[in-house]
């Protein structure tokens, strides 16, 4: 079953401007963790925020969490052409898995 | 460090024949390996959850008899895909956790299966 919902499910952006992408997920979680997907590629681990966190940085990667909304927002920042992929969050509930979100396509145009 | 390979990249297969897709960690050991599945344009659906030396615990719809999955060593999952079906044509994907009470999973490349 899927546990999250990302929104939008598509993006275009031009280089240079940010990229939001929202997930609202259904359960208590233990972490919530981003993960990056070339086309036809594995899965890249981008950043993991745990539950009791509310936002979490690493380089152009800014992350928040808000338990009480079950929600969560990945921002990057001036983003490029090589940041073109589909971008995933994926909840730990605390029982050994994750459980993928819907996922967002992102175009970044040169 | 902590890469995960899996092997093949991609294979196409005959209806009515298995396919074996081996999942490795290169450099750590995986108490825990995690089989998915992704339909194009879709997002992962977790299969099973195997540990090593124990038998695999399926997801709910995932038939066992089907999807055989062995955790034979520490470094080493297998997933045969038996008696083949087109419906069956995805791309297959394994991570493996390194510690119990790790957070972390590091995913395979991934295998391109075609049925025909």
């Known amino acids: 079953s899927q546990q999250g919902e990302e929104d939008p499910q598509a993006l275009s952006i031009q280089e240079g401007e940010n990229a939001t992408m929202n997930c609202s997920y259904k359960?208590?979680?233990?972490?919530l963790q981003w993960y990056r997907q070339n086309s036809g590629r594995g899965l890249v681990h981008l950043i993991l925020?745990?539950?009791?966190?509310r936002e979490k940085h690493s380089g152009r990667l800014r992350v928040t969490l808000d338990t009480s909304k079950k929600s969560s927002s990945l921002l990057i920042t001036a983003s490029r052409a090589a940041d073109t992929a589909s971008y995933f969050c994926?909840?730990?509930?605390?029982?050994?898995?994750?459980?993928f979100g819907t996922g967002t396509r992102l175009l970044v145009s040169p | 460090g902590a890469v995960v390979s899996q092997h093949p990249s991609w294979v196409i297969c005959k209806s009515g024949t298995s396919v074996k897709i081996e999942c490795r960690s290169l450099?750590?050991?995986?108490?825990?390996m995690f089989w998915y599945r992704q339909f194009p344009k879709q997002s992962l659906m977790l299969m099973a959850t195997?540990?090593?030396?124990?038998?695999?615990?399926?997801e709910q719809g995932v038939e066992k008899d089907k999807f055989l999955i062995n955790h034979a060593s520490l470094t080493l999952s297998t997933l045969t895909v038996t008696s083949a079906h087109p419906e069956d044509s995805s791309f297959y994907i394994c991570?493996?956790?390194?510690?119990?009470?790790?957070?972390?999973?590091?995913f395979g490349p991934g295998t391109r299966l075609t049925v025909t």
């Open positions: 991570s493996a956790r390194a510690q119990v009470l790790s957070y972390e999973q590091y």
């Open positions: 359960t208590s979680i233990n972490n």
């Open positions: 925020i745990r539950s009791n966190e």
């Open positions: 994926a909840t730990d509930t605390g029982f050994q898995k994750l459980v």
């Open positions: 450099d750590f050991q995986a108490t825990t």
């Open positions: 195997s540990n090593e030396g124990s038998k695999a615990t399926y």
